[in-house]
């Protein structure tokens, strides 16, 4: 079983729509972190959370530590916003940032 | 942005033969970290360091070696290239578990 687990893999959507992608983990973690990717480029630092919420224009990040489990929401989606996001977390146990296998994101005009 | 780049971007090597990639920071980062990025397997960490000198492995370091001589570079060598290790390298940097994560732009490796 993998150490962090993303719901879905894959996302289509309408322009407009709001959007939640799910990131469950089982090990314990000193930070979440939410990143995105997009098709043959590099990888972005969205969020970075060890408890609580955070907010950066449209994307809204939360986490909750008691249930191993953190949320990105997607407000407004628009087509710019297709891309791969990818749940990753710092093991409290020996610093390894360990990666969920992403989710396909694509919203369509 | 955080200044983290790779060397090279893109590289084409022949089976059998050594390979070094280069991550470089200027962050003053303590943390740093070799992935692999393949379809269906998302990033696989293959080694990581937590300090000049202190490295380990992470979960698909057969065939692959590191070295951490300076904070700011942390070098990726493939012994003798195999196919299978065409892939997608990523190298991270964080300045500690609990930081922000910032990556490279990827090095793209073909081994013929």
């Known amino acids: 079983k993998n150490e962090v687990e993303q719901s879905p893999q894959n996302l289509t959507a309408q322009e407009g729509e709001f959007i939640t992608i799910n990131c469950s983990y089982s090990?314990?973690?000193?930070?979440l972190h939410w990143l995105q990717q997009h098709p043959g480029g590099g990888i972005v630092s969205l969020f970075m959370l060890s408890s609580g919420k955070k907010k950066h224009g449209r994307l809204i990040a939360t986490i909750n530590i008691q249930e191993k489990h953190s949320s990105l929401h997607i407000t407004a989606s628009h087509p710019r916003d297709s891309a791969v996001y990818i749940c990753?977390?710092?093991?409290?146990?020996?610093?390894?940032?360990?990666f969920g296998k992403g989710t396909r994101l694509h919203i369509l005009p | 942005d955080a200044g983290i780049t790779q060397s090279p971007r893109h590289k084409v090597t022949e089976t059998g033969t050594p390979v070094t990639l280069r991550c470089h920071q200027t962050?003053?980062?303590?943390?740093m970290y070799w992935y692999r990025q393949d379809p269906g397997h998302g990033l696989r960490l293959i080694h990581y360091s937590y300090g000049v000198k202190d490295t380990d492995k992470g979960e698909v370091s057969d065939g692959y070696s590191v070295s951490r001589s300076k904070t700011e570079d942390f070098l990726l060598t493939l012994e003798s290239a195999t196919s299978s290790q065409t892939s997608v390298y990523f190298c991270a940097s964080t300045l500690s578990p609990n930081t922000e994560a910032f990556f490279g732009q990827g090095t793209r490796l073909t081994v013929v």
């Open positions: 090990v314990g973690i000193s930070a």
């Open positions: 962050e003053n980062h303590r943390y």
């Open positions: 990753a977390v710092t093991s409290n146990r020996d610093d390894k940032i360990i």
